[in-house]
């Protein structure tokens, strides 16, 4: 990216990111690639021999994507996956070998445990610690990989990334961060120090609940090299419709999430004055404990909003009268979702625990529907 893209404003490059120079009579953004192989006489050379290694509407998208990720930095490059659990799985398991000894957090996102078995399966170490209170620092002596999840989801906790990448790389561990709730806009983690920034594209990244989607975004070298081949060897990659879909969703990223994290501020106050709703989280409450680490690391605080309910069948009740939020899971769409985290069983979070992601909607019409939602589901 030029350094003129670099300093623009976060929207103005949102809506141009990674789209190729003008060409006269071409689109603006080139339709999806559909494409298994390339013609290719001769010796195997060039961006596009075969469709599981490279593709036009990925190299697009993965542009985009580092622009957000890491502006004005050289020598950084992305990688687009099938899913978040595609790029998170290929960082871990291109990094780790038999013997080493990697730190997860206790609260990130309920398939880390699945993750952790398979792990310890091949041989390898996995400690655990919380994310809130930077808790991860006590137990990385002799890690190879620290795995940070900040916020950490569905618990909100925030931990302080520059000074754990410190610490980590100090004692010679790289540094992954899961940047699905924050999305680039929110944070940098590469600007933090961290090795690695990952995420599930599936979110607020492209924001309307119809793409599977995973990146990661990290510094050329020995280790992205390591991720580009367990993505060959895995073939874990984003078809060529989701990576085009998911770009044409990046232009809009800056309004949708200021638009969306704006509301979930205003929910969360509405939340904070009602006495049924207990362990209010959002990272932008002023009071919230994540608050001040935050606010020195993120530029926005995200979509979800968590609090709970005082029992499980009155969260239930709570999510059957709402009218324009849907009780489904995942989160950061422009259409607001919510759900009853437990009814996994994965969290470590009590019965009446709601995960909401707020969307576009009228900020007035989500709080008075909410609102409603909480008289109407009373005892
Ligand atoms: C923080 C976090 N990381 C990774 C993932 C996995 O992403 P995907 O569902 O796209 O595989 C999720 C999914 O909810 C998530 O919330």
Redesign the pocket.
């Known amino acids: 990216m030029s350094g003129r893209a670099a300093d623009q404003g976060e929207g103005t490059r949102a809506v141009r990111a990674g789209l190729p120079e003008a060409v006269k009579n071409e689109p603006t953004l080139p339709g999806p690639a559909f494409a298994a192989h390339f013609h290719l006489p001769g010796e195997v050379d060039g961006p596009y021999t075969y469709g599981r290694d490279t593709n036009p509407s990925w190299s697009l998208l993965e542009r985009a994507i580092g622009e957000l990720e890491a502006p004005g930095q050289d020598g950084v490059e992305t990688l687009v996956f099938a899913?978040?659990?595609?790029a998170?799985s290929a960082v871990l398991f291109s990094q780790l070998r038999a013997g080493d000894t990697v730190v997860l957090p206790s609260d990130?996102?309920q398939?880390l445990p699945l993750i952790r078995a398979q792990l310890e399966a091949y041989g390898i170490e996995v400690r655990t610690a919380p994310t809130g209170g930077d808790a991860q620092l006590d137990v990385l002596d002799g890690g190879r990989l620290l795995w940070i999840?900040s916020p950490s989801?569905p618990g909100l906790d925030v931990c302080d990334i520059r000074r754990l990448v410190e610490a980590a790389h100090a004692r010679g561990a790289l540094v992954a961060v899961?940047n699905?709730?924050a999305t680039p806009l929110g944070q940098r983690p590469l600007e933090l120090g961290a090795d690695f920034s990952v995420a599930?594209?599936?979110?607020q990244l492209t924001g309307h609940g119809d793409v599977?989607?995973?990146y990661v975004t990290g510094r050329e070298g020995e280790a992205m090299d390591a991720v580009r081949r367990w993505r060959k060897i895995v073939g874990a990659i984003a078809g060529p419709m989701e990576a085009w879909l998911a770009h044409r969703s990046i232009a809009t990223l800056q309004m949708r999430v200021d638009r969306q994290n704006a509301t979930a501020l205003v929910l969360a106050e509405a939340l904070r004055k009602r006495p049924e709703v207990t362990g209010l989280r959002y990272p932008g409450l002023p009071d919230d404990p994540s608050h001040k680490i935050a606010s020195q690391q993120m530029r926005r605080y995200g979509c979800v909003v968590s609090f709970t309910l005082p029992t499980h069948t009155r969260a239930d009740r709570f999510l059957d009268a709402l009218r324009i939020v849907d009780d489904a899971t995942?989160f950061g769409g422009v259409r607001s979702t919510a759900e009853r985290r437990r009814r996994w069983g994965g969290d470590d979070v009590p019965e009446g625990f709601i995960r909401f992601s707020v969307g576009a909607e009228d900020p007035e019409d989500l709080v008075a529907d909410v609102l409603r939602a909480l008289e109407e589901s009373a005892d």
């Open positions: 899913s978040g659990m595609a998170v990130g996102y398939v999840e989801n899961d699905t709730l599930s594209g599936t979110k599977l989607l995973g995942s």
